[in-house]
Nanobody
Framework: QVQLVESGGGLVQAGGSLRLSCAASGISVSISLMGWFRQAPGKQRELVATITTGGTTNYADPVKGRFTISRDNAKNTVYLQMDSLKADDTAVYYC????????WGQGTQVTVSS
């Protein structure tokens, strides 16, 4: 059974930082396309960042230069370091794993106060 468990969300002031974690079980983050998505109230879920099996990273334009996706294969965990946070980054953040099919975590709330 595949599980993706996000953690690290919370309330932070604009300009602050948070690091999200996505702990995976039943799926190996090293051989899966892993990504972070977010969904703000009243909006569609959107891509934030991805990391391929080869380590190539990709970012949505609004977060380029501020967010960093990474993974720790030994811990089977993917991270999203978020710096210089803005009010527009407020959303529920979801981890997604893609390996034959896609899997989603339950999400973690990030709220940035202006």
């Amino acid at each position: 059974q595949v599980q993706l468990v996000e953690s690290g969300g919370g309330l932070v002031q604009a300009g602050g930082s948070l690091r999200l974690s996505c702990a995976a079980s039943g799926i190996s983050v090293s051989i899966s396309l892993m990504g972070w998505f977010r969904q703000a109230p009243g909006k569609q879920r959107e891509l934030v960042a991805t990391i391929t099996t080869g380590g190539t990273t990709n970012y949505a334009d609004p977060v380029k230069g501020r967010f960093t996706i990474s993974r720790d294969n030994a811990k089977n965990t993917v991270y999203l370091q978020m710096d210089s946070l803005k009010a527009d980054d407020t959303a529920v953040y979801y981890c997604r794993g893609l390996s034959k099919r896609q899997y989603w975590g339950q999400g973690t709330q990030v709220t940035v106060s202006s």
